[in-house]
């Protein structure tokens, strides 16, 4: 038998080399893919104990899992880009969990090489960085993070903020319909500010971001802004009108009250002079009755949901409040006040929100002392002029000075259109101004509401028509 095996190997040397190589191929293949069913099944099993460890919140034995996990995920034959990516993303959820900062910035680093495009990795990784007081390594996170952030998505938000960002006011001057001027630029104005919105929607994770960043004035001016902005777009002045006008409503409530608590003296003989100690015992039972039985009373007459309603205005009001005082508080942050304009028009507009224009004034006119081409401060004192001071006049010198410093000013130009025109000056000019923001800003809705509303009157179709 082996003389015949010989033979056949003497007379078909080629066959047989072939035979050779094709069978250490076999086995060299089915060693592989024994090794990589072991290194996937090694890398389910690490994964799975890392996650089990996670939820039983036993962080170190979890950390010990993942980190076995993702070597296996990252291995040449067996591992898989996904898998290393979850893994590691978990591995910072984890890390984050046990407070170790240094090593939930190696695994978003890990995620980040993988999936470069991503930008919640980039965002948490600018978190990590501040709770590890990193700060510069942080602003460059936070800059590669507000790149990624395209164009269109900022277009995007501009679109969905055109209404929140304008307030209506009323001017006889101007009209019963063309009341609308939109609101201090300086302090809604901000690509940064939309940018790291469109990354960090929540307002507490912007918030620790930018407070965690406070190095030199401008951070303490972006936070500042930060708050106003934010008050700003939730809408303060129409939610505070509405809370007046309910407040208003409540009145013949309170003055129940009132009469109430009046006649409670005369029911408990009131009018005896001195007053024994059991008799003011008696005097508080019967109040705390009738107080009891007042609530109740109240509480018949507002439903659950009325009840629901005025916890959440009250809780909205104070939010916003809260706004203008944490602006404030940055602002105080800084010990001497700085000679920039920007500082001073975000000081002017919060003294305007706290009832002192005139202080606002002042604050508004140093910013233009400071810098000249500053247009935002122009623009922001011609609506207080409008708005706190009755002033149309100065208000158009103040509109004209901020487009003499930016020609591309859309919202100058559409409110000096509706001054101009309600005081009777130069209708060419209006008509100008009214096509300059619409060239400007084609989606200016309030521009073309108001021509509309010209259009709608015959003394005013023709010379716009014209």
């Given amino acids: 038998m082996l003389a015949l095996i010989l033979d056949y190997i003497k007379n ?114 600018v978190e990590n960085y501040l709770r590890a007081k990193e700060q510069n390594q942080a602003r460059e996170a936070l800059d590669v993070a507000l790149r990624l952030v395209s164009p269109a998505r900022i277009d995007e938000l501009g679109k969905s903020r055109i209404h929140a960002m304008a307030r209506i006011r009323h001017d006889e001057n101007i009209g019963e319909e063309l009341d609308k001027l939109t609101r201090a630029m300086a302090v809604v104005q901000s690509e940064m500010l939309d940018r790291l919105e469109i990354l960090k929607p929540d307002f507490e994770g912007r918030e620790f971001i930018l407070e965690g960043l406070i190095e030199e004035e401008k951070d303490v001016i972006g936070l500042a802004k930060f708050y106003i902005r934010q008050y700003i777009l939730e809408g303060n002045g129409a939610k505070v009108e509405e809370g007046v006008e309910a407040e208003t409503e409540a009145e013949p409530e309170s003055e129940e009250t009132e009469d109430v608590d009046q006649e409670t003296p005369d029911d408990i003989g009131a009018e005896a002079a001195p007053v ?116 149309p006049e100065r208000a158009i010198g103040y509109f004209r000075g901020a487009l003499e410093s930016n020609p591309a000013f859309a919202e100058a130009h559409h409110n000096l259109a509706l001054l101009l025109l309600g005081s009777g000056e130069n209708t060419l000019e209006v008509k100008h101004h009214l096509g300059e923001a619409i060239k400007i800003n084609p989606r200016f809705s309030e521009v073309y509401h108001n021509v509309a509303l010209l259009l709608a009157k015959k003394d005013c179709r023709e010379f716009l028509l014209g």
């Fill in 12 to 125: 078909n040397p080629q066959q047989v080399m072939f035979l050779v190589a094709l069978s250490v191929a076999v086995i060299v293949l089915i060693a592989f893919a024994i090794t990589i069913w072991i290194n996937q099944y090694r890398y389910r099993k690490h994964q799975g104990f890392g996650r089990k460890h996670f939820e039983l919140r036993e962080f170190d034995k979890s950390i010990d899992e993942l980190k076995i996990a993702q070597r296996l995920a990252k291995k040449t034959l067996s591992g898989k880009k996904r898998d290393a990516e979850s893994t590691s993303c978990l591995l910072a959820e984890v890390s984050i969990a046990a407070t170790r900062w240094d090593e939930a910035i190696q695994a978003l680093k890990e995620c980040i090489s993988i999936s470069p495009d991503k930008m919640e990795y980039h965002v948490s990784l």
């Fill in 276 to 391: 024994a100690e059991e008799q003011i015992a008696e005097e508080q039972t019967v109040e705390a009755r009738v107080e009891e039985e007042l609530i109740e009373d109240i509480q018949e007459e507002i439903s659950p949901a009325q009840v629901e309603e005025i916890q959440e205005e009250q809780a909205e009001k104070y939010r916003e409040e809260s706004y203008l005082i944490r602006a404030r508080e940055s602002l105080d942050m800084l010990e001497l006040d700085p000679e920039t304009a920007e500082f001073h028009t975000l000081s002017a507009f919060l003294s305007v929100e706290e009832g002192d224009p005139k202080a606002a004034e002042e604050n508004y006119e140093k910013a233009i002392f400071l810098n000249p081409q500053y247009a935002e401060a122009y623009y922001d004192l011609a609506l207080l002029c409008v708005d706190k001071f009755n002033d």
